[in-house]
């Protein structure tokens, strides 16, 4: 998991999905706070391989986890995420996960 946010940290996406994806899978519901950060990290890993559809779904997961958390990083970390998808902000998937965020974050 660690390993797979590190790659990611560093550009490497395409090997770093896996491993945080493998992470997420293993958490448990009551780690709601490492879930969202997890799914954080894989949007990131999936934006940045071109793949929008999946980069807005993870994205979206950490943004559901925190409504119920409350968590000023992950609220943060949803903010510079959605910072990074200006480039795509006419594609369908992008639109979606905006309009969510706004009804979510405000």
Do not use: Y
């Not at 998991?1 to 590190?6: E, L, P, S």
């Not at 709601?32 to 391989?49: E, K, M, V």
């Not at 980069?55 to 992950?74: I, K, Q, T, W």
């Amino acid at each position: 998991m660690d390993t797979g946010i590190a790659l990611a940290k560093l550009g490497e996406a395409q090997r770093a999905e896996p491993l945080i994806a493998e992470g997420l899978r293993r958490e448990t519901a009551a780690q709601q706070r490492r879930r969202a950060f997890h799914a954080f990290w894989l949007a990131t890993a999936q934006l940045h391989q071109g793949r929008l559809d999946a980069a807005c779904h993870s994205a979206g997961l950490a943004l559901d986890l925190n409504a119920s958390l409350e968590s000023p990083r992950v609220t943060g970390h949803v903010h510079e995420f959605h910072q990074r998808l200006a480039p795509h902000a006419r594609a369908a998937p992008v639109i979606a996960f905006q309009h969510r965020t706004r009804e979510i974050l405000g």
